[in-house]
């Protein structure tokens, strides 16, 4: 049983900046996708970015210009670098990766970020 832990959310204020990270207990293989979404109260989990392994990041319109996704297939890690954070950007954030090996994802338990003005 494979198990993700993401670590890095916190409190800040708007503006300021946080990386959040996540690994694997163990190194997965055949990793296709990897990436971050979140979820705030009262909301749908959404998509903030991902890695398509051979491809481009993708990342949420609400991003703009703003994260930076990276990841490490021969590591199972991921990281997720956030600036001039605001306060909707305040959730849950979860840690996502897909293996076509395993023919299934896995997600973390989710990392707080809380952003107040």
């Known amino acids: 049983q494979v198990e993700l832990v993401e670590s890095g959310g916190g409190s800040v204020r708007t503006g300021e900046s946080l990386r959040l990270s996540c690994a694997a207990s163990?190194?997965?293989?055949?990793?296709?996708?990897m990436g971050w979404h979140r979820q705030a109260p009262g909301l749908e989990r959404e998509l903030v970015a991902r890695?398509?392994?051979?491809?481009?990041?993708e990342y949420g319109d609400f991003v703009k210009g703003r994260f930076t996704i990276s990841g490490d297939t021969a590591k199972s890690t991921v990281s997720l670098e956030m600036n001039n954070l605001k306060v909707e950007d305040t959730s849950v954030y979860y840690c996502?990766?897909?293996?076509?090996?395993?023919?299934?994802?896995?997600w973390g338990k989710g990392t707080l970020v809380t952003v107040s003005s």
């Open positions: 890695i398509v392994s051979g491809g481009m990041p």
């Open positions: 163990r190194v997965i293989v055949g990793i296709h996708t």
């Open positions: 996502h990766i897909y293996s076509w090996r395993d023919g299934r994802g896995y």
